[in-house]
Nanobody, 124 residues
Framework: QVHLVESGGGLVQAGGSLRLSCAAS????????MGWFRQAPGKEREFVAG????????YYADSVKGRFTISRDNVKNILYLQMNSLKPEDTAVYYC?????????????????WGQGTQVTVSS
């Protein structure tokens, strides 16, 4: 099974930017649709962005549309999340996840493998 490791989190001021990365362990990465989720303290894990196997299709939560961009590099086996115009409400642990599903999934249950998460904190 694919092993996922996130990086790139940190502390940033409101209005700033961060780029998260998710490195996959092997070449099966290109056979998975990928997603980013986040979980704030006391809240459920929520969908942020998703991307199809070869990157032709991307989809976003309404709360991040126009600010976040998901992309992937199937040669390097890396998933990215470029986050711009960050807000304090974006503060959460961010997780990448891999899905074998043939249709887009916006729910955690639609994903088969998860990384350990990376903390993003946006100060006001």
């Amino acid at each position: 099974q694919v092993h996922l490791v996130e990086s790139g989190g940190g502390l940033v001021q409101a209005g700033g930017s961060l780029r998260l990365s998710c490195a996959a362990s092997d070449r099966t990465f290109s056979t998975y649709a990928m997603g980013w989720f986040r979980q704030a303290p006391g809240k459920e894990r929520e969908f942020v962005a998703g991307i199809s196997w070869f990157g032709a299709r991307t989809y976003y939560a309404d709360s991040v549309k126009g600010r976040f961009t998901i992309s992937r590099d199937n040669v390097k086996n890396i998933l990215y999340l470029q986050m711009n115009s960050l807000k304090p409400e974006d503060t959460a642990v961010y997780y990448c996840a891999a899905s074998k599903a043939l249709i887009e999934s916006y729910r955690p249950g639609g994903y088969d493998h998860w990384g350990q998460g990376t903390q993003v904190t946006v100060s006001s």
